[in-house]
């Protein structure tokens, strides 16, 4: 089975500081996605990045970046000089991938609430 | 790319009514179909889904159904609505390199 797993359930940091949400998660498979993705008020689910789990590479977009660790089954997320904007709920997800490509199910954590205050 | 399209946005029906949320999907053919629901805690429960027309698998039992009538159109259903139904419904869609797509969700309050 699969599992994701957002220890931090509400953050709260000032505008232009650091913060780096954390994500931990637990699979069978060998092949796999996954997905940050983040959720304003408004409720719609916004994407982010999805890594494959054999592209341990670490990606950067612009104020954004993902530290994807296979050894510790960790991918994290951390926003640099964070913005009112950034203000969210933010979701880590993971996917298994089947032989043709496509996947069955998108398994959700349960979500870090970040709050930016001005 | 895939656009998908779910209505209502938001929903209050009285407890014991029936229920029928639509999604359709534009820019992909045969994708995989999926509904998921978010309750007041925020976490997203997979509820349903489908990797083609009248294939339905079901992750959670409960008091609601789904049906997939035509390759891009997903529907979730209830005969007789509760209290616990109400959340906030997305529809998702998944194609090969397009990734997963979701809805912009429907708001339903059962009352």
């Known amino acids: 089975a699969q599992k994701v797993t957002q220890a931090q359930t509400e953050i709260s940091v000032v505008e232009k500081e650091d913060v780096t949400l954390d994500c931990v998660y637990e699979t069978r498979d060998t092949t796999y996605y996954l997905f940050w993705y983040k959720q304003p008020p408004s409720g719609e689910l916004v994407f982010l990045i999805r890594?494959?789990?054999?592209?341990?590479q670490n990606e950067i977009s612009g104020r954004y970046s993902w530290n994807f660790q296979k050894s510790t089954s960790s991918f994290n997320f951390t926003i640099t000089a964070s913005q009112v904007v950034d203000s969210a709920v933010y979701f880590c997800?993971?996917?298994?991938?089947?032989?043709?490509?496509?996947?069955?199910?998108?398994?959700f954590g349960s979500g870090t609430q970040l709050t930016v205050l001005p | 790319s895939q656009t998908i399209h779910q209505w209502p946005a938001t929903l209050v029906q009285p407890v014991g009514s029936p229920l029928s949320l639509e999604c359709t999907v534009e820019?992909?053919?045969?994708?995989?179909l999926y509904w998921y629901r978010q309750a007041a805690g925020r976490g997203l429960q997979l509820l349903f889904y489908s990797v083609g027309i009248g294939q339905i698998s079901s992750e959670v039992p409960q008091n609601l159904s789904a049906s997939r009538p035509q390759d891009r159109q997903f529907i979730l259903s209830s005969k007789k609505l509760l209290l616990s139904d109400s959340g906030f419904y997305l529809c998702a869609s998944f194609r090969g390199s397009d990734g997963y797509t979701f809805g912009s969700g429907t708001r339903l309050t059962v009352v």
């Open positions: 820019g992909t053919s045969n994708p995989n």
């Open positions: 890594r494959n789990s054999f592209d341990e």
């Open positions: 997800a993971l996917s298994d991938i089947l032989s043709s490509g496509s996947a069955r199910q998108l398994t």
